[in-house]
């Protein structure tokens, strides 16, 4: 079955950095396009960053641009986000989600989650 496990959450200060993982089994992971989407407290789900298949391109949310960076290593079908700058709107849980094939913006799998909390 497809599984993604996100890793890496926790409570960072304002201006820290942060790495989050999302390990991928039960598909072949460079055939897809990944994302990561954010649910902050009280909030609607916001999309952070997007990778294509071969890591080649990469897009982000305005509001992360310039401070986060994804990642990805296809043979050990992990997605990363990298979280510099961190600010405390940036709180919230963290979701990896696989497109649909072909790439179609479709979020068909999200993992659980983990929590990025920035507080001083």
């Known amino acids: 079955e497809v599984q993604l496990v996100e890793s890496g959450g926790g409570l960072v200060q304002p201006g820290g950095s942060l790495r989050l993982s999302c390990a991928a089994s039960g598909f072949t992971f460079s055939n897809y396009w990944m994302y990561w989407v954010r649910q902050a407290p009280g909030k609607g789900l916001e999309w952070v960053s997007l990778i294509t298949n071969s890591g080649r391109t990469t897009y982000s949310a305005d509001s992360v641009k310039g401070r986060f960076t994804i990642s990805r290593d296809n043979a050990k079908a992990t997605v990363y986000l990298q979280m510099n700058s961190l600010k405390p709107e940036d709180t919230a849980v963290y979701y990896c989600?696989?497109?649909?094939?072909?790439?179609?913006?479709?979020?068909?799998?999200w993992g659980k989650g983990t929590l990025v909390t920035i507080s001083s």
């Open positions: 989600v696989r497109d649909l094939n072909p790439p179609a913006y479709g979020m068909d799998y």
